[in-house]
């Protein structure tokens, strides 16, 4: 087998993680009618899912550049298989509904949290030219959207022809695709981990400058890609007043198309432009398409802002990894997962503060209710104050890359010429 079934490999691994982050929030309005479960608990398995995908993150960090890659990208499918069983399993088995989501939430988190670490560094390993890289790396990353707009748009019609009574079956449809997956990963030839003689300690990246802003840039592109892709669906019915398939194609299956467009676009055309501009330029379209999704009092308007914001953050997630790897190109496995940590943080943490935000505001004794009265209506779901929070997202996200743009700093050390390959 050769070098391009391993990155076919790598795209169909992303295509897993947007399974396992995408198809949960599509279920809220299920999970919300069926099981009672109120808005900030559903936030709290957004903050659970990518928790769980953080510490898994630190751990692999610790253990990937020692193993390989090959054990730890099996093992992460077949968790993320059993995690999606289990979430069509577990609630209806167990005498809490919510138990038995979060169960499920952290066995295919810890998968997706090792699909993190890991596939990124194995396609940054592969044979191509240096000028390539960045490219490279944003196409790989285009393949999550792609995921998401399949998860999207299959949940949506799935769940019209089964019924919101049959949700269960969703889960298991998508568990063949981590499971196929899985098959390929034990036969592709993939590269080995950097040497440790020639490692860049974790404890010098963390000292470098350069290397803080990176993971601030991480944090925030979490933050803001999930913020938006995980509350739209909601935000459409709830706020907009638009039907669940609606909402659905027009919030997060748009907001997907337009992430993988820009991905695509900056992979073939994008080699000449300098990443760090090219991050604030982002940064502003997102914090406009933020603005806009609250500000405006036309629902039409409102989602062009939702799916708008999804080409304005196409670049964040794997422009900073492409950034930070070509700063420090002796960083490894350990490097990525540091980066993948602030990721899922912000994937973590920006979701749920809109959601506690959201709740919050709706209740009357509160300051952020006076807040609420003043935006356009939202159908009383509070959603419009907590996305108008996480425009603060975007916002760093300019700052950063802009003082990147005027100074950046990096680790001076070559890459090693290391080209030998696990036996496949």
Request: glycine share 12%; hydrophobic share 55%; with cysteine.
């Amino acid at each position: 087998m050769t070098f391009d079934s391993t990155r076919r490999a790598c795209y169909t691994g992303y295509i897993t993680q947007a399974i396992v982050n995408n198809l949960a929030p599509l279920l809220f309005i299920v999970f919300q009618t069926r099981y009672a479960v109120p808005l900030e608990m559903l936030g709290r398995l957004v903050l659970l899912n990518f928790g769980v995908q953080l510490l898994t993150d630190i751990v692999a960090v610790r253990v990937v550049d020692r193993l390989g890659y090959r054990r730890p990208l099996v093992l992460a499918h077949v968790l993320s298989v059993a995690g999606l069983v289990l979430l069509a399993v577990l609630p209806s088995a167990l005498p809490l509904p919510y138990l038995g989501l979060s169960i499920a939430v952290v066995v295919y988190a810890v998968g997706g949290g090792l699909l993190e670490v890991l596939v990124s560094p194995v396609v940054d390993a592969l044979p191509v030219p240096a000028k390539g890289k960045a490219a490279r790396m944003s196409l790989l990353h285009s393949f999550y959207c792609w995921g998401q707009v399949s998860v999207v748009a299959g949940t949506t019609l799935l769940l019209g022809l089964f019924g919101q009574s049959r949700w269960y079956l969703l889960p298991l449809v998508w568990a063949l695709v981590p499971l196929a997956n899985l098959l390929v990963f034990l036969r592709v030839p993939l590269p080995t981990t950097v040497p440790d003689e020639h490692r860049t300690p974790v404890r010098a990246l963390l000292v470098a400058p350069a290397f803080a802003a990176g993971l601030v840039l991480m944090l925030c592109a979490g933050a803001a890609e999930l913020t938006m892709s995980q509350w739209s669906s909601l935000f459409a019915e709830e706020g907009l007043g638009v039907s669940k398939v609606g909402g659905d194609l027009a919030g997060p299956c748009l907001f997907a198309i337009l992430m993988g467009i820009g991905r695509v676009a900056y992979g073939l055309w994008g080699g000449r432009v300098p990443l760090a501009p090219a991050l604030a330029c982002c940064g502003a379209l997102a914090t406009a398409c933020y603005l806009t999704a609250v500000l405006a009092g036309n629902p039409v308007v409102s989602l062009i802002g939702c799916a708008l914001c999804g080409l304005a953050v196409s670049l964040m997630w794997p422009g900073t990894f492409s950034l930070t790897a070509a700063g420090f190109p002796y960083g490894g496995a350990a490097m990525f997962g540091v980066l993948a940590v602030f990721g899922d943080a912000g994937g973590a943490i920006g979701p749920w503060i809109a959601g506690a935000v959201a709740e919050t505001s709706t209740r009357p004794a509160g300051v952020l209710h006076g807040l609420a009265g003043l935006l356009p209506d939202d159908g009383g779901s509070g959603l419009r104050v907590g996305l108008l929070v996480g425009t603060v997202f975007p916002v760093l996200t300019v700052i950063v890359a802009q003082g990147l743009a005027l100074r950046r700093r990096g680790d001076p050390k070559p890459r090693p010429a290391v080209s030998t390959i696990e036996a496949g």
